[in-house]
């Protein structure tokens, strides 16, 4: 009977890995390191977290304040660019959703901006609905530098370039602006599923 409610239950873990990897992806069971430049070490007591912009009021939370959050374990699969997925990676992060409450804008979108001076730009609405979170670990352990330590974005519908590693804000805007890759060619919106790599895809 096992094999009848596993098939009828549809969670993204059930059905078959092709079905979850993206147009143009191969999967990896490493974890790549991806990074555009150095890797900053702000010591925790210096650092911060902002929701600044095109808001009424701007929040500030220190390191402390944003651990205190609720946070929540998540389990997605990651599609970078370059063509790797990597399947049920595990996260724990505060949700974005829990950092905007009682945040009041006009504004459609939002660059995330980074310690070391890496951006992306979003629509809001992919960072709200239980869609992104400000990660702080990953595989049960704080997360690594490397991965973006102490805190990435982590949006695993897109592109992971949107996953803006040692993220300090979400600057949010009322029109659209091209982040880092970006600039440099890449897809505004960057749907895996549409193979939203380059401008123009
Ligand atoms: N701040 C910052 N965030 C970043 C990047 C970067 O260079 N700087 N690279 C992006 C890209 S292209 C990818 S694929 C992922 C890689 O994350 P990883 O190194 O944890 O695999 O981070 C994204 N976030
Ligand atoms: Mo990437």
């Known amino acids: 009977m096992g094999f009848v409610s596993r098939a009828f239950k549809g969670r993204p873990r059930d059905q078959p890995r092709d079905a979850r ?3 143009g992806q191969y999967l ?7 990074s555009a ?3 900053p070490h702000t010591p925790l007591a210096e650092w911060s977290f902002s929701i600044d912009g095109e808001v009424d009021a701007e929040k500030h939370w220190t390191w402390e304040e944003l651990r205190a959050l609720p946070s929540e374990t998540v389990t997605r699969d990651i599609h970078c660019v370059t063509k790797w997925s990597k399947l ?3 996260w724990e992060g505060v949700s974005v959703d829990t950092l ?3 945040v009041e804008t006009a504004a459609d979108y939002v660059m995330a901006v980074c310690d070391g001076g890496y951006t992306t730009n979003l629509p809001l609405e992919d960072l709200t609905g239980g869609k992104a979170w400000i990660a702080h670990a990953f595989d049960g352990q704080p997360l690594e530098s490397q991965h973006g330590g102490p805190g990435r974005l982590l949006v695993p519908h897109l592109y992971f370039w949107k996953s803006a590693k040692w993220i300090r804000g979400l600057r949010l805007m009322n029109d659209d602006s091209p982040g880092f890759w ?3 060619g890449y897809h505004m919106y960057g749907d895996p599923w549409l193979e939203q790599r380059y401008s123009g895809d």
Do not use: A, N, Q
Not at 28 to 34: A, G, T
């Open 21 to 23: 990897v993206p147009p």
């Open 28 to 34: 990896v069971r490493d974890f790549p390191v991806l």
């Open 37 to 39: 430049g150095p890797t």
């Open 88 to 90: 049920d990676t595990i």
């Open 100 to 102: 905007l409450e009682g």
């Open 182 to 184: 970006e600039t440099y």
